[in-house]
């Protein structure tokens, strides 16, 4: 939280967003160290509280451990690692037993968030973006040109690829953060369906070993934690290809294990590390 909230007074504001520390030549993002943490302390809180999910008040006061994050990096403005977040509070809470009632009521009071957010929160370049997804023929060479060339690469991948080094998208400059948010576009246009196909096999090789170790675990902690951990990367695979397939509205969430930078891969792999002592000691 304090690494959160030094954001706003210490780091610099790059791309009209407060994120990054910078100390020399290295930036550091404390929302994906914020990520583990939260899969921690949920973990830990629901694990001594399973037999007692029929409680409101659990619900409500790990909703609370979330919250606190959540207004911060909102306010950063960051919507692609809120919704990360709050994804993992409702995947743990899934699993933690959580009665449907008290669910569907959780969904009501989303989506009056959201009827809130979208008159008095959001941005007009957030709303512009959720507009632009909506109804995609607006602005093609403008705020939907990002997506348009993402699915021009995908589209002209085929089957096998351009090879690699060679896609004319990624290697011309047409299509933009190949290295980070459209990572998938630049895999689809150089190896194809083939390559995809091996990418996403990986992602579902690696959340099956995940879940195979959450299946085994002998403590509910082990069980919660493994499955917050599966939870992170499914969602930001999900909304990472979602993007690049112009399913979903851009918000900046990379592919975890794949796309570039070195907080996001650290952290996961920290994760990763956990999820072998727990294997090695269910």
């Known amino acids: 939280m304090a690494a959160l909230v030094g954001i706003f007074f210490f780091a610099p504001l790059i791309r009209g967003v407060k994120s990054w520390y910078k100390i020399g030549i290295f930036s550091i993002d404390p929302i994906e160290l914020t990520k583990i943490v939260l899969i921690i302390l949920l973990a830990k809180y629901f694990s001594k509280r399973h037999v007692e ?25 960051n919507m692609g690692s809120v919704l990360i977040l709050v994804s993992l509070w409702i995947g743990i809470l899934i699993v933690s037993g959580i009665k449907i009632r008290h669910f569907l009521v959780l969904l009501f009071c989303a989506f009056l968030v959201l009827i809130l957010g979208w008159n008095f929160l959001l941005k007009d370049y957030q709303k512009g973006r959720i507009i632009s997804f909506v109804s995609p023929q607006v602005e093609p060479l403008g705020i939907n040109w990002n997506q348009n060339q993402a699915k021009i690469a995908i589209g002209s991948g085929k089957i096998f690829g351009q090879g690699i080094g060679a896609g004319s998208q990624t290697q011309y400059g047409f299509l933009p953060e190949t290295q980070t948010d459209f990572i998938f576009a ?4 150089e190896t194809g369906l083939a390559g995809v196909s091996i990418l996403l096999l990986l992602f579902l090789i690696l959340i099956w070993r995940i879940f195979k170790i ?14 917050g951990i599966a939870t992170l990367i499914i969602s930001q695979v999900f909304i990472n290809i979602g993007m690049n397939l112009g399913i979903l509205p851009i918000i900046g969430i990379p592919l975890p294990l794949v796309s570039y930078g070195g907080n996001g891969l650290i952290t996961l792999l920290m994760g990763i590390g956990i999820l072998e002592n727990i294997k090695n000691n269910p």
């Open 53 to 77: 999910m029929y409680q409101v008040r659990h619900i409500l006061l790990s909703g609370f451990y979330v919250f606190l994050p959540v207004v911060l990096v909102f306010l950063q403005p």
């Open 186 to 189: 630049s895999i689809a246009e």
């Open 214 to 227: 959450a299946l085994s675990s002998q403590s509910n902690f082990s069980r919660l934690f493994s499955t």
